[in-house]
């Protein structure tokens, strides 16, 4: 009997081994999963401060060139002294603009993934202008500093630069519109010249609407948004005449 006693004692006590060493394993898989965790929360929270970051100093940039255009003239102010007013070195100027164009002109010219994003957004059933129109609402950045970049476009740029600009701005705008119109369109006859026409044409009404605002000094983003939606709404009626005001 006694020797059973041990016999069983002795099964048990790996049992009881093998039971401690799961607990110790699902203890240190849960504290490993909590330190992923805690990582991941911590990366994403760095990753957000650089972001911060960048945004800060991208608009310090914007701001300080608007400026100096303003006091100095466009062409007597130099890259090195926007950075100078930004407290910022020259290089750190060249990573956020390539040249001090695009300080007045990339505000939209290249960074349209949010249009993308919020033409994506929109629903399936809802007719392409005004998806367009609720879409460039979304706008992301500082209005004031958009509203100041486009009076001056005219007024520091000769006008075949400015032109020609505009002319990217307007492209890339269409671009993006184009896409989203294929895609809602789907693979029906005609449709790479349906997209194409939608892409360029409220393009067009979107740039001509943004410099417009410029051009009359508002500083006001629901007036831009009014611009926008009568500037489109002339396309959607034909192009009829405005209506004549007393």
């Known amino acids: 009997m006694h020797s059973s006693v041990i016999k069983i004692a002795k099964l048990e006590l790996p049992l009881v081994g093998a039971r ?3 607990v110790m394993t699902s203890t240190n898989m849960s504290t490993l999963t909590s330190s992923s965790r805690r990582s991941t929360l911590a990366t994403v929270a760095i990753e957000n401060r650089h972001v911060a970051k960048r945004l800060a100093t991208r608009d310090a940039l914007q ?3 608007l400026s100096l255009f303003a006091s100095d003239g466009f062409d007597a102010t130099s890259t090195a002294a926007i950075a100078a007013a930004a407290g910022v070195t020259e290089r750190t100027f060249y990573r956020h603009f ?12 290249h960074r349209l993934d949010w249009l993308a994003s919020a ?6 059933g809802e007719d392409l202008i005004s998806s367009v129109v609720i879409a460039v609402q979304s706008y992301p950045d500082d209005v004031e500093i958009v509203r100041q970049a486009a009076q001056m476009r005219r007024s520091l740029l000769s006008q075949e630069k400015a032109i020609a600009h ?33 892409g360029q044409v409220l393009a067009a009404a979107l740039v001509a609407s943004l ?8 500083d006001d983003d629901v007036e831009l948004e009014r611009l926008m939606a009568l500037g489109v709404g002339f396309l959607a009626s034909g192009l009829t005449d405005p209506p004549a005001t007393g």
């Open 20 to 22: 401690r060493e799961r």
């Open 63 to 65: 701001r300080a060139a």
């Open 98 to 109: 390539p040249t001090k164009e695009a300080v007045l002109f990339e505000d939209y010219e």
């Open 119 to 124: 033409l994506a957004r929109r629903p399936a």
């Open 166 to 198: 505009l002319q990217q701005v307007q492209g890339a705008f269409a671009r993006e519109i184009t896409a989203h119109a294929l895609r809602r369109l789907g693979p029906i006859e005609d449709s790479d010249l349906y997209a194409n026409v939608a």
């Open 211 to 218: 410099d417009v605002w410029g051009q009359r000094g508002s």
